[in-house]
């Protein structure tokens, strides 16, 4: 059950798109970049939080194309496709960063003057693991758990502002991605009963508005 609920926000947030009326609408593509601050939320399976025992994962990179539609004064929709770089370490014993093609359908909310805007990006992420680096003084559990589930989804929120100029847009941003699936195997039998992705994105942006409104 869990798994539909990014399948319905997604058709909720096309749902409301596609019944408004693109008139005069900014197109705009991009590129961001930045780095990622990531940890691992555990629980084991006798109950006990193990999310004391993991620290951010600090030098984690993310980066990727932007896509931006806005037909409403204060309104758009931005989808992206990005590299982004999750895990989690504890300093001197290990650590484990998980690589994943990411893709974010986000309502784009903005406000402020024609050539400096804040603005605010929220919706549902979807994420897939292409590979992963392991690395450990011994055998941890946080490290030698095998990856049940590739796919990964959740919530993104986040804000920042951009300047407009002739040249393009420049873009600053800070994002929270909030995890809903679990990595690694959770079976009755297994070490952990919940094991989550938790990401805090600080980027920087180039983009480029293709059709500006009159």
């Known amino acids: 059950m869990k798994?539909?609920?990014?399948?319905?926000?997604?058709?909720?947030?096309?749902?409301?798109?596609?019944?408004?009326?693109?008139?005069?609408?900014?197109?705009?593509?991009?590129?961001?970049?930045?780095?990622?601050?990531?940890?691992?939320?555990?629980?084991?399976?006798?109950?006990?939080?193990?999310?004391?025992n993991t620290k951010y994962h600090l030098w984690g990179l993310t980066g990727g194309a932007v896509f931006r539609y806005s037909g409403e004064k204060y309104v758009g929709l931005q989808i992206e496709a990005n590299f982004c770089q999750r895990g989690w370490a504890k300093h001197g014993e290990f650590s484990r960063t998980l690589n994943y093609v990411q893709i974010p359908l986000l309502t784009h909310v903005f406000f402020g003057k024609k050539w400096f805007r804040f603005f605010v990006n929220a919706g549902p992420e979807i994420a897939f693991l292409i590979n992963e680096k392991n690395d450990s003084g011994f055998d941890s559990p946080f490290v030698t758990e095998k990856i049940k589930n590739r796919f990964d989804y959740g919530f993104t929120l986040g804000g920042g502002f951009e300047f407009h100029t002739k040249a393009g847009i420049y873009q600053v941003e800070g994002r929270y991605e909030f995890g809903l699936g679990d990595v690694l195997a959770n079976n009755p039998t297994d070490t952990f009963r919940s094991s989550k992705n938790r990401n805090v994105l600080i980027t920087l942006g180039v983009l480029f508005n293709l059709k500006k409104k009159k």
């Open 3 to 52: 798994k539909l609920i990014p399948i319905l926000l997604i058709l909720l947030f096309c749902g409301k798109i596609s019944a408004q009326t693109f008139k005069d609408a900014e197109l705009i593509i991009g590129a961001r970049g930045g780095v990622t601050l990531s940890t691992g939320i555990f629980q084991k399976t006798s109950g006990v939080a193990e999310d004391q």
